[in-house]
């Protein structure tokens, strides 16, 4: 397995996770925001897809594999609170997993090619695809960790 390929798998775990977590708990809860914070469990998830897209297929002169409300709806800077229309719970459920598997096709047909570097807000530059899918797994993981904290805040 190419380094690539395995750095998919532990996103793929990663979103696997998430996934169970959307058919196991309360959809209305899926939206709830918890006191004192800005966002809900489904726009946490759909940021993390929409940012490894715009990172990595963006960045690359490559389109995207969600739509572009759906990457208004969950880029950085927005919240439940902007929403014109409530997102679909089955599409963000879709997404999550059809965007890792069209990865793993992408990066094993070569189409990542070029690349526009960026800098994260936390200092580390990204000059490559590969950079931005392990920078992705750092972003999805805390934000894994801050829908879980959200879940143990809503079920009390």
Avoid at 123 to 128: D, F, L, M, P, V
Wanted: proline share 4%; glycine share 4%; aromatic share 10%.
């Amino acid at each position: 397995m190419n380094h690539d390929l395995f750095e998919v798998e532990i996103l793929r775990a990663s979103r696997l996770r998430l996934s169970q977590l959307i058919d196991t708990v309360n959809h209305e809860l899926l939206f709830t925001i918890p006191e004192n914070f800005n966002n809900n469990i489904i726009w946490q998830i759909g940021h993390c897809i929409t940012s490894q897209q715009r990172h990595m297929y963006m960045r690359s002169g490559l389109p995207m594999h969600i739509s572009q409300e759906f990457m208004e709806t969950f880029k950085i800077g927005t919240s439940p609170g902007s929403w014109i229309t409530r997102p679909d719970v089955h599409e963000v459920k879709h997404a999550l997993l059809f965007t890792v598997e069209q990865l793993r096709e992408d990066l094993k047909s070569g189409v990542f090619v070029r690349y526009k570097p960026f800098s994260l807000p936390i200092g580390i530059h990204i000059s490559n695809h590969l950079q931005a899918l392990q920078a992705a797994i750092f972003h999805e993981a805390e934000h894994s960790g801050i829908i879980f904290s959200y879940l143990k805040l809503l079920q009390k």
